[in-house]
């Protein structure tokens, strides 16, 4: 006789989450599949396949438009620097929905990669809460400018093979983050908005190490294919037609997240190959 495992599972209630339209739902569904998950309320038992959907739950403002049709707004006006604080509140928001979908999608790997991703997603609705708490302290809220899906645009793209989803989502486009928020910061800086700048700092602080976890799973799923990481990488980055470094590269940031020098040093190569043509 033997006892079968009774914990409920938790893909079905991460695809709940991320079905959710209402961003203070969602958030709030997060916080509850982090606890519970954390406490072994639920577990990382196999379930049924997971769904193929093309969009994850959103609400029905802001307007999506193609990333070159969002308005350009200067930040020395209440509407643009609302603008910018809304951008920054629109990632946070898609980083909520791309760490449940990780979590939630490839349920084959270890339950450390289930509970990675789950606490990336409590830490991302953290990041969306405290910059529409920032966006609502200048008169607007989220919804009030129109943005674009290119971050959820990849990760349907990369939907069936979690090693291009680590390759490409935190090793590409997250890590785009670590280098242009000290740019950012520095503008909030200089307006006075302490409070802003103390929402980037922890955002700063948290996205590095979201980044060394996609690093660290992509390392694990290149072992277990026997595949070179480094060179794996580069040539993901030119079928993908991405661009890896643009304007200022933090490579101080980026060795904290697990880019090794030699990489680094590669890519950079490998970029300027790519503007020089």
């Given at each position: 006789m033997y006892h079968m495992n009774t914990t409920p599972s938790v893909f079905p209630v991460l695809l709940s989450a991320l079905k959710e339209c209402s961003p203070e739902a969602k958030c709030r569904l997060t916080d509850e599949i982090s606890a519970a998950f954390s406490d072994g309320l639920l577990s990382n038992a196999p379930a049924d396949a997971p769904e193929d959907f093309r969009f994850a739950g959103r609400p029905a403002r802001p307007e999506l438009v193609p990333p070159d049709a969002v308005r350009a707004r200067k930040m020395n006006t209440p509407e643009g620097y609302a603008a910018m604080l809304h951008a920054i509140c629109h990632i946070e928001f898609n980083a909520v929905n791309l760490a449940l979908d990780a979590a939630y999608r490839f349920r084959s790997l270890p339950a450390a990669f289930t509970a990675d991703w789950i606490r990336v997603a409590k830490e991302e609705a953290c990041h969306f809460r405290l910059m529409r708490a920032r966006l609502q302290a200048h008169g607007f809220d989220y919804g009030d400018f129109e943005a674009h899906n290119h971050l959820w645009d990849m990760a349907y793209k990369t939907a069936f093979d979690p090693l291009l989803r680590m390759a490409l989502v935190p090793r590409v486009l997250e890590a785009r983050g670590l280098d242009v928020t000290p740019a950012i910061r520095a503008k909030v800086a200089q307006k006075g908005d302490a409070e802003t700048c103390a929402a980037l700092d922890i955002i700063?602080?948290?996205?590095?190490?979201?980044?060394?976890?996609?690093?660290?799973?992509?390392?694990?799923?290149?072992?277990?294919?026997?595949?070179?990481?480094?060179?794996?990488?580069?040539?993901?980055?030119?079928?993908?037609?991405?661009?890896?470094?643009?304007?200022?590269?933090?490579?101080?940031?980026?060795?904290?997240?697990?880019?090794?020098?030699?990489?680094?040093?590669?890519?950079?190569?490998?970029?300027?190959?790519?503007?020089?043509?």
């Open positions: 700063y602080r948290d996205e590095v190490g979201h980044v060394k976890i996609g690093n660290r799973w992509y390392q694990h799923l290149c072992a277990g294919r026997g595949l070179e990481p480094a060179a794996l990488f580069r040539a993901l980055v030119s079928r993908y037609d991405l661009f890896v470094f643009r304007g200022y590269v933090n490579i101080e940031a980026r060795r904290q997240a697990g880019f090794s020098r030699f990489e680094l040093a590669m890519l950079e190569d490998f970029e300027r190959g790519l503007k020089s043509r």
